[in-house]
């Protein structure tokens, strides 16, 4: 295991169109166990990040408590981060965001810190459609603790230590779907292609984007008979379209040869094509995605890829009416009315 | 003997809530406020949308006294469930107006006071036929009676309602012509029945009729405030109501039509103070206003603010607990649990207002205080000022005051920087360090904050030096703060006097009165009213010139006079707990005889 990352890279290291390599979007070196799913997620948002040219400081990362919720220091090191309370990140997200509108929030959280602890907070941000990337490094267990069963874990499911599941699972992205957020998409640690695609589609998205990853407990729950296990998932997974993202500005090139691919424009100009390999699903209704979901559960897949997309999806600041500025640039001239109307303030007490 | 008092006594009224009485016993309450006469309503009210009792006091004190007096001089009653209570109440020599439609059962038979028949319910059914106008208006014809009674011009009243009907003019006319049956009754059947009468005077002079929440709104307002998470709970919804009403009107820009401001209804208390505290980190002046159990649910993120030094206001409208103890009563009783809210080693600053325009001041002044000292700063209002009435000084903003934001790293300030950036790194020796908001430079000023242990850079440690360093510079910082808050308003009655009394916030009236009238009898103690916590070095000073001194609160266990006893800066011996916590507001009668006792007490030790 490294303690320390070395600082030298090569000098030819690829760099983004803000003149940005890799390196810049790194974070600390991770210190969860070798082998977990998290770490992969870490390494698919750098790589997201850096793709999509995005400016590392301008982007907040925020995350509750949980191994997941620690990885925010192993990316983008120059970001702003804050490492909140046990599934409170939510809330301390929709005051950030509100308060500056024009930053990317990515928040981070795990299986335990939103579906038992902190699940009110979820459904809440999902309900205001607040504009954030809100990703769930999901293991079924809660793994700084040692392995307890968390809500995600499926019915049946056994971990190392454990007996199996004898509640039923929380079904994250369906409540997703459920409550009001523009985007809801599930993939797994172990196929990064398809997490870093997802991951851009959901940035692009204006409003919550709720992205739900399966992602291993290495030390725990890695056992064949943990349905969030590697071998399980894989054994397990089916993707509900092929989709391609391709970045606004970008020539879209993706050639679909079977010619079934439905675009789907996304707020910042870029474009979601999705290849239907299956019986023509629409990802834009609510109802057949939840169907999707349930009829995948009960042939016990789990279905991952974009799951639901509101294109006319309005987030929290176009609701309530805010202004385009961020509130927290306004100074005593925009917000203070001043004493002249303080005075018949006055007059109307007496 | 009949009371026989001008501009001087209490009346009371007793209704059933959810009646439209609320607004008649206003109606009433203001005129005589527009009369002159300082005045102190207070709503004793259940936890209930329709139907329970509820009572509506009036304190009428040409001298200015503004707290709860005590004993009812004049009781309205037209609420059957209380009636035989009520009955009861009214002090020897005071008055008893009834609807005596139904005839007063027989077993009421004091001969010490006056009774007022007035047939209310059937002098309205005569006039009126809308069952929904008949409940209402018969509370308008009792108060055209009480207006006859006390000798309140019935023009007075009149243009009273015109204003409160303003936007209704259609409505004013049944409500004025209810108020002549009831003052033309009152007239011809019982003139000069009545010692008690109102005078116009010029004692409330520029004064304003506010209740607390509505200050507290209005100087989150004009402190700049633009981010608000909050969860209704009485009693502190209005403050987030009233934000919110003014702010649609003073804070929307006019060419864009769109808010410089949002108030987001959260799901539950912890998310309310979550948002603010996001929006703290992120460089908004947020805040939050919540009650009793919120409180309890807002601890863990209060030490999470106080330990990732985030800036944010709480406007605490304090109620009876514990639990959720009596919603709709008055208490001073969250002193220890806002002070040392969390767990850990958690301090909070707290500010105690005494009277809507300190609520209007001290909830400006937080914002100022929040973001110099990077801390939550937690306005100490009560259920009594924040929802009732309340006589006090105009408010007033000064148009030049700047914000104070504290010590922000600019991009500018950051590239200047010849030494590293450290977010907790105390540069300035005040335990005050600076932060940055979230985007300000490309590379550098950027940190991860957390409420987990960390170094002066920011950095996740478990190290035991860095964590105690820490801890330490937070004592340093807290210090800061004593020199930062409001100092205590201290009046010295008696040069050399060895007695002496403390309070804060809504005790201050009533406690003031107390000590008058014990100095008309020759005892003089010295005053020192507590205007927030940490306390000064003057606190202790004070205390410690006095052998014995009285702390007067609202609650049962003398939370105050433990939180001074904490310092071990004075002995414990010398604190005096004067103590109340009915749920009522605490009167002078209260607490001059618990000094009372207290001294004779004394007395006959020494002996």
Redesign the interface.
Known sequence: MSYVRSAIRHPDAEKNALGYTRKEYEGAISSLCAGCGHDSISSAIITVCFEMDL????I?K?SGIGCSSKT??YFL?????????HG?M???????????R??IYIGVSGDGDTASIGI??F??VVR?NLNMVYIVMNNGCYGLTKGQDSATADKGSKTKKGSPVVLESIDLCEMAIQGGAGFVARGFSGDKKQMIMMLKAAISHTGLAFVDIVSPCVSFNNVPSSTKSYTWVREHMEASHTFDFIPYCQEISTDYTNGKTTPITLHDGSTIKICKVKNGTDITRRSSAIAELEKAKEQQHILTGVLYLDPDSKD??EV?????IP??????K??????E???K??DS?? | MKIRRVNDFVIRFANVNGSGSASANDLLAKTIFRLGVPINPYNIFPSNIQGLPTWFEVRISEKGYLGRRGGVDFIVAVNGQTLRQDYDMVQPGGYFLYDSTRKLPDEYRREDITVIDIPLTRLCNEEFSDPRLQQLLKNIIYIGAVSALLDIPLDTVSQAILKQFKKKPKLAKPNIQALKIGFDYACAHHSNSCGLSIRSSTAVGDRILMDGNTAAGLGALYAGATVVGWYPITPSTSVIETFERFANLYRVDKESGKKNFTVIQAEDELAAIGIAIGAGWSGARAFTATSGPGLSLMTEFLGLAYFAEIPIVLVNVQRCGPSTGMPTRTQQADILASAYSSHGDTRNVLLFPRDPHECFQMTADAFDLADRLQTPVIVMSDLDLGMNNHLCEALHWDDKRKYDRGKVMSAEDLEALTEPWGRYLDVDGDGICYRTYPGTHPDKGAYVTRGTSHNEYAAYTEENQAYERGMKRLMGKWNTARCLVPRPEITIRKKGSKIAALYFGTTTDAAREALDQLESSSIFINEMRIRAYPFQKEVFDFINQHDIVFVIEQNRDSQMKILLSGGCRVSPGRLIAVTHFNGLPITAIIIRNQIHTALLNRKLKQQ
Do not use: I, W
């Open positions: 400016e590392p400081h301008r907040v925020l925010p220091a090191g120059k970001s702003h981060g804050f490492n909140s309370v409170r939510p809330s301390v997200a929709t005051g950030a965001n509100m308060a500056n024009d930053l009110g907070q459904a809440h205001r929290t600041h309530l009416g805010t202004s385009a509130l927290n640039s306004m100074t005593e925009e917000l203070c009315p001043g004493n109307l303080l005075a303030v006055n007490f007496r």
